[in-house]
């Protein structure tokens, strides 16, 4: 893995490890380029990651995959639980909810979320289903039954292998196509 930098508009330079191919845990035998931005590099020390429990989940990362889909060139975007859509809650959904910014999504979005998902309501769930259905093909929402927040992740309370291994192969689908 490799860092490179990357300048932003207002000056500043933003650090991304990059991986080609990615040899990430999750991506290493995909041949698929990875890149993990230092989102919080204006107010954080550098190197800094979000911790996978309540606090981490708080950022608001998932939220920052469908802001970049909506706001950026990007051909295939794959978000996990991304909370805070519908409403402006945080200051990433300001001045209007971030799902008021879904036409301006150009490629596929897969959008995974669990159906106990505590960030995420049932009603949340149709409004962005909603919205990813009038942006027409190639977008989907998939939600898994009896799954909660951070399913991903090993060694959360929320971690489900089931759901992790049926989102993993929909992602290397969405990938791939």
Not at 16 to 28: E, L, M, S
């Amino acid at each position: 893995m490799t860092t490179i930098s990357v300048q932003v508009c207002d000056g500043t330079v933003l650090p991304a490890y990059i991986a080609r191919p990615a040899p990430a845990a999750h991506t290493a035998h995909t041949a698929h380029t990875a890149i993990a931005p230092e989102f919080y590099h204006r107010s954080a020390p550098p190197g800094r990651w979000l911790p996978a429990d309540d606090e981490g989940r708080a950022e608001g990362f998932g939220h920052l995959a469908f802001l970049a889909a909506c706001s950026l060139p990007i051909d295939r975007a794959a978000v996990l639980y991304g909370g805070w859509l519908t409403a402006s809650d945080i200051p990433l959904s300001r001045p209007t909810p971030t799902l008021d910014l879904a036409p301006g999504i150009s490629g596929r979005l897969l959008y995974l979320v669990g159906e106990d998902d505590f960030l995420i309501t049932a009603g949340q769930r149709e409004q962005i289903a909603d919205a990813l259905k009038a942006l027409g093909p190639g977008h989907q929402l998939v939600s898994y039954p009896g799954v909660g927040h951070a399913f991903w992740w090993p060694g959360t309370p929320a971690y489900d292998l089931r759901a992790r291994q049926d989102a993993w192969g929909r992602i290397l689908a969405l990938l791939a196509g």
